[in-house]
């Protein structure tokens, strides 16, 4: 019968040792997110947080009131820089709705050079309709916006608010078929180095 009880009691010091452990290592990693929250740069206030700009001067606004609110923005540098970084392979393109799937040069190049076959009736002859292969090149003109992924960190010390920029989406303006404004389109998602 001791042997039994000394058994038994063995048993539940193991226990308990091992669930003091397993707590004490939730508790360090909840202190370890914890201070991983708070950088050099202050308290993270959000993570992936995203906010956007026009690169050219929309048609509705005046280009004095352009100037005033975006100053010295340079569409062509910063679309040439990140799309000769990316077409060279110094730097990789990524599906901007998921940051995780690359897009390859190869299939990026394909995209700025779309071929689409179109039905157009021939004005000589109504009813009758040819086919007409219509390319559509690609320029950096095209791309109108840029909108930018960061990461906010908060000084409370210093009342200071830092933006760490972390990725980078290029995009267009779509138009529908008649020409008329569709919306905003995200063409390729480029990741930044920190």
């Known amino acids: 019968m001791k042997n039994a009880f000394y058994s038994f009691l063995g048993l539940t010091a193991v226990f308990v040792i091992a669930a003091c452990n397993s707590e004490t290592k939730h508790t360090d990693a909840t202190i370890s997110q914890t201070a991983a929250a708070t950088t050099a740069d202050g308290e993270l206030w959000g993570e992936h947080v995203r906010s956007q700009a026009e690169i050219i001067k929309p048609e509705d606004w005046d280009s004095s009131d352009w100037v005033r609110v975006n100053k010295f923005v340079d569409q062509q540098k910063i679309v040439s820089t990140i799309m000769d970084a990316v077409m060279s392979g110094k730097q990789k393109a990524y599906d901007p709705f998921d940051e995780n799937v690359e897009i390859p040069v190869e299939e990026l190049y394909k995209q700025m050079h779309k071929k689409d076959t179109l039905q157009i009736e021939e004005t000589d002859n109504p009813g009758v309709f040819v086919q007409k292969i219509l390319e559509r090149e690609f320029n950096n003109e095209s791309l109108t916006y ?30 529908n078929d008649d020409g008329t404004y569709k919306g905003l389109k995200p063409f390729i998602l480029v990741k930044l180095s920190n």
């Open 146 to 175: 840029i909108r930018f992924i960061e990461d906010w960190y908060f000084d409370k010390v210093k009342f200071k608010l830092t933006k760490k920029v972390t990725a980078i989406v290029l995009g267009q303006s779509a138009y």
